[in-house]
């Protein structure tokens, strides 16, 4: 199969129908095979009716239903365990993402031997308070913290090789950061391509202020697992380690003072009226908890289980 369209939404039933007949038609003008997967994260209108309706008039398309509203990640997770395609291509059900796209997508994978290409909305139709320079921000604190050279992390249009898909975990929110899971994972190969940002034609955007903020926190998380999730006895042992040495030879230098003052018959105070003699101590404990907290971690990272992240009512073939 040449081609895998995934596709995540949530109560975007007055677009679903026209993007499913302008996406067959751009497929069907380059002669792809190709699945088109809708991802129903917890719609509360009829949006999984009419995924219903379009998978039974068309076996290319596909449906899977959230009990209840999970993210987008969990939606995309889904959908590329289910996804069969050489090239699979993720985009957004409100008509935002161009469909003609498609096609410059895909030769980019395939001629272009990119591992991944993400959609770069250049010209956009958003409020520039409310969405274009916070997402400017966040781009630029991205490409600083991650390495990876993209000016549009959050753009739901990319474009992957199956063995890219195959081979990430998306959890949480980490959506957005999708490239980033691709390099440390080993894909290097990640290019970028403009493509047109359409006005949002029905209804209203699920996304508030919120996920900047959201982002940012992520963005952290993801540094973090990247640099160290495989290895936190690394960071925890490191500080451990030194902050317990510091603050024992700092215990030590403040008996060692008073034994001198005792030897030499010089006055001297009590150990504990000393307030160095407290801050040394808690370093010594901050710093076992932090030797611990690496211990620990590595324990967990070779006993852990996959766990159910979501569960699927209903499926269509």
Partial sequence: MNLSLIIPLLN?????????????????????????????????????DLIEKLSSEN??????????NYGKSQALHA?????????????????????????ELYDLIIKGNFDLVSGWKKKRYDSVFAKNLPSKLFNWAARKTSGVQLNDFNCGLKAYKNSV?????????????????????????????????????????????????????????????????????????????????????????????KLYKLYHNLPYDLVTNNPWFYISLTTMIIGTQLFLAGFLGEIILRTKNNEDRYKISKTTN
């Avoid at 076996?59 to 209840?68: A, D, M």
């Fill in 12 to 48: 975007e039933e007055e677009s679903l129908q026209e993007l499913h007949d302008w996406i067959v038609a751009v497929v069907n003008k380059n002669n792809y095979s190709y699945e088109i997967i809708f991802i129903d994260d917890g719609s509360t209108d009829q949006s999984w």
């Fill in 59 to 68: 076996p290319s398309v596909k449906g899977i239903r959230f009990l209840r």
């Fill in 79 to 103: 959908g590329f365990n289910k996804a069969n395609g050489d090239v699979v291509i993720t985009m957004d059900a409100d008509l935002q993402d161009n469909p003609e796209e498609i096609p």
């Fill in 165 to 257: 898909i195959k081979n990430i975990e998306v959890s949480g929110e980490m959506h957005r950061y999708i490239p980033v899971l691709a390099k440390n994972a080993g894909f290097t190969k990640i290019g970028e391509k403009i493509v047109k940002h359409q006005a949002r034609k029905y209804g209203e955007t699920k996304f508030g202020m919120n996920r900047f903020t959201n982002g940012f926190l992520d963005l952290i998380t993801i540094w973090f697992l990247s640099r160290f999730g495989k290895r936190p006895m690394h960071l925890f042992g490191a500080m451990g380690s030194i902050m317990f040495i510091i603050g024992f030879l700092s215990a030590g230098l403040i008996g060692s003072m």
